[in-house]
Nanobody, 124 residues
Framework: QVQLVESGGGLVQAGGSLRLSCAAS????????MAWFRQAPGKEREFVSTISWSGGSTYYTDSVKGRFTISRDNAKSTVYLQMNSLRPEDTAVYYC?????????????????WGQGTQVTVSS
């Protein structure tokens, strides 16, 4: 089992920044690929970003490329999402997810473990 706890969400004005953290406990963190997904009110959960277990591969959805950066610190069992130039359309609950294996994948159904989510609200 892997337990995931997100933090760092909040209310920010458009153009501002937030840094989300996801602390993992349980099995060896470095053997899991990690990802961030988000779900806005009335919408389906969508992929945001993913990182391989080594951190060597990262992928982003087109709408956040150049603004968001995913990273991980395996020594701290933590994955981060640095979000810059935030827009009102980034408003959502952000979820951290983990999947066994090295490959960074964008499909939510492939992820075995999920956090409870952290709310990000961007005001215009």
């Amino acid at each position: 089992q892997v337990q995931l706890v997100e933090s760092g969400g909040g209310l920010v004005q458009a153009g501002g920044s937030l840094r989300l953290s996801c602390a993992a406990s349980g099995r060896t963190f470095s053997s899991y690929a990690m990802a961030w997904f988000r779900q806005a009110p009335g919408k389906e959960r969508e992929f945001v970003s993913t990182i391989s277990w080594s951190g060597g591969s990262t992928y982003y959805t087109d709408s956040v490329k150049g603004r968001f950066t995913i990273s991980r610190d395996n020594a701290k069992s933590t994955v981060y999402l640095q979000m810059n130039s935030l827009r009102p359309e980034d408003t959502a609950v952000y979820y951290c997810a983990a999947k066994a294996g090295s490959a960074a994948i964008t499909t939510s159904s492939r992820y075995n473990y999920w956090g409870q989510g952290t709310q990000v609200t961007v005001s215009s």
